[in-house]
């Protein structure tokens, strides 16, 4: 007769079996559901915690370690992230990792890599869920505060990306992830079971994330590290502050220790260590063209001693255009360029930094685009009628202004509203429009990363000559927009440029996409066009396993045909 004990110990293995079933279920047929985008109205509840959020922050500055593993370390090399609106504040205070502390990082993210990925993506899953729902509940706040202060967003700003965007990624992940697991491979008869699995890859990721936006921050180190890998992740020095409380959310939300570790390290320095170690399974980079191009390059010089093939993943950026058809209703042209040109003063890789216009619409849409860009407000995102704030730091601010310099020298060009550049206090950049008289002028073909939109304005009856002017003045490709109501052009203009933008829009901004709705990426110098927050994304941090199970014995080595 079973003894108690095995009686009990049937019974919660049952238990436990159940609830790996339901959890599997549960996994299986999760749905994701983009995050409703607050208003903050005042008086609301949300701006009051947000205000109140702020006032803790003001004039305060964070301390924010390296963390490997469980340890927090920090060095001798010490630095500042300041608020770029107001330079003298001193937000974060990090140091930056020598090359002990990433081979040390190295080898604890090898060391915990196997555990990792022997947890079932079910339960992996829910930890990013449950960070997820950390982040659009008790932390939004402070996720918007720290965006808000360090990286110069304004409250809608801060609220489609550090919420919205960050919490969407997470949780779209999940349902992607569980679609993919719904593929069967065919098991033709009784005989035989095929399968297939993911795993994570042999090694370690790694992560570097740019300032621009938090959603990007979070997603680069969370996608490997949901798909079974562990993870180095660089954060940028301008949005320290935000990212390690996404960090520190993640590990309130059940991440292991080691899974991803959070290194602030000078650019160079991390490069060079990460792609001299044959453990390298991968990068997922945001960045400049340059640094990508840099990295891709160390990675090739080092072929020879890596123990796999790493995967590369760029977004690199663009030069992002709205093409005017005479046909186009002119307030979406103005609305929608003003939007996509100044927002977080033009410092999204989608942004619309040329503009392209039949001469006969020009009038008009010259008039009211500067009418509008006149009633923007530029000043600090902590005043809430502040429509765009300062560029990140003294060097974009550098570039910027070079290139407004460029317009005030340049006999092809006319700065028509904005132009001035003052650092005084903050890196203020005017939002600024440019008449442009040579479509390749390197105003209209250079990434400017700044509040500076070029116009050209063509011969209405030169418009499909556009389409090549478009096409080939620049190596970008990342988005793009035509304005049109025929239809006819509508439907010519998606064809013709349907290789100059990854993220293609009729009749609205360039920027903007949404998780889940029009997963984002471009090719050419813009990127790999690994479309994060769609549902192949995900495969590039995988390595699947086909199995094939025999189910009778094989009684023979020959084939029939070779008898007599």
């Known amino acids: 007769m079973q003894s108690l004990r095995g009686l009990v110990n049937q019974g919660l293995n ?32 949300e701006r009051v915690e947000l205000e109140e959020t702020l006032k803790k922050y003001q004039g305060t500055t964070t301390e924010v370690p390296l963390v490997i593993g469980d340890e927090e370390l920090h060095s001798d090399d010490i630095r500042y992230q300041v608020s770029p609106f107001n330079h003298q504040w001193k937000v974060a205070k990090f140091s930056y990792a020598t090359p002990d502390h990433l081979k040390k990082a190295i080898q604890v993210a090898l060391d915990v890599r196997t555990q990792w990925d022997a947890m079932p993506i079910e339960k992996r899953a829910d930890i990013f869920l449950k960070a997820a729902d950390l982040m659009a509940t008790k932390y939004r706040s402070e996720l918007l505060a720290t965006t808000m202060i360090g990286q110069g967003k304004t409250i809608i700003q801060a609220e489609i990306d550090a919420a919205a965007e960050l919490v969407d990624f997470l949780r779209f992940n999940v349902e992607n992830a569980a679609k993919l697991l719904q593929y069967s491979p065919i098991s033709p008869d009784e005989t035989t079971t095929n399968s297939m699995r993911t795993r994570g890859m042999d090694g370690f990721w790694a992560a570097v994330t740019p300032f ?14 949901f798909m079974g890998n562990t993870v180095l992740w660089k954060p940028s020095d301008t949005a320290m502050l935000s990212n390690y409380m996404v960090y520190k959310i993640f590990r309130e939300a059940g991440l292991p220790p080691g899974v991803i570790n959070f290194l602030p390290a000078h650019g160079p320095t991390f490069g060079d260590t990460i792609t001299q170690s044959p453990d390298l ?20 010089q080092n072929i020879d001693i890596y123990k796999s093939f790493p995967r590369l993943l760029g977004e690199c950026g663009g030069k992002n255009f709205h093409l005017v058809h005479k046909s186009a209703d002119i307030e979406t042209v103005i609305n929608s ?44 995102p902590l005043e809430f009628d502040s429509y765009l704030s300062a560029v990140i730091d003294d060097k974009a601010f550098a570039r910027i202004k070079g290139y407004i310099e460029h317009a005030n020298k340049s006999g ?26 040579n479509p390749r002028d390197k105003i209209m073909t250079e990434e400017i990363f ?56 009729i009749n609205n901004q360039s920027t903007g996409s949404v998780v889940g709705q029009q997963p984002f990426g471009g090719a050419r110098l813009s990127g790999t ?21 025999m ?14």
Request: proline share 5%.
């Open 14 to 45: 049952r238990l436990t079996r159940i609830g790996q079933i339901r959890a599997m279920s549960s996994f299986a047929s999760y749905k994701a559901v983009n995050l409703p985008v607050m208003t903050f109205e005042k008086g609301s509840k």
């Open 212 to 225: 621009n936006f938090t959603a990007i921050a979070g997603n680069l180190p969370a996608s490997p590290a």
């Open 281 to 300: 399974a991968g990068i997922n980079f945001t960045g400049s063209v340059a640094t990508f191009r840099h990295l891709w390059k160390q990675v090739g």
């Open 337 to 380: 360029t003003i939007r996509s040109s100044f927002e977080f003063s033009g410092q999204k890789c989608s942004a619309c930094s040329r503009l392209y216009v039949p001469q006969s619409m020009w009038p008009e849409i010259k008039e009211k685009l500067v009418a509008t860009r006149n009633k923007l407000k530029l000043g600090s």
């Open 412 to 437: 092809d060009l006319e700065i028509i509203a904005g132009g001035t550049c003052d650092d005084s206090k903050g890196y203020f950049v005017e939002p600024t429009i440019v008449l442009s008289k």
């Open 450 to 505: 700044g509040p500076v939109v070029s116009v050209y304005a063509y011969p209405d009856e030169d418009f499909e000559s556009m389409y090549e002017i478009v096409n080939t003045s620049t190596l970008f490709a990342l988005t793009g927009s035509i304005f049109a109501k025929d239809q006819k052009v509508i439907d010519e203009a998606t064809e013709k440029l349907k290789n100059a933008a990854g993220n293609f829009y």
């Open 529 to 549: 066009n690994d479309k994060a927050g769609g549902p192949h994304y995900l495969l590039r941090f995988s390595s699947p396993q086909a199995i094939k199970q």
């Open 551 to 564: 189910k009778v014995p094989v009684t023979s080595f020959d084939y029939s045909y070779m008898k007599n």
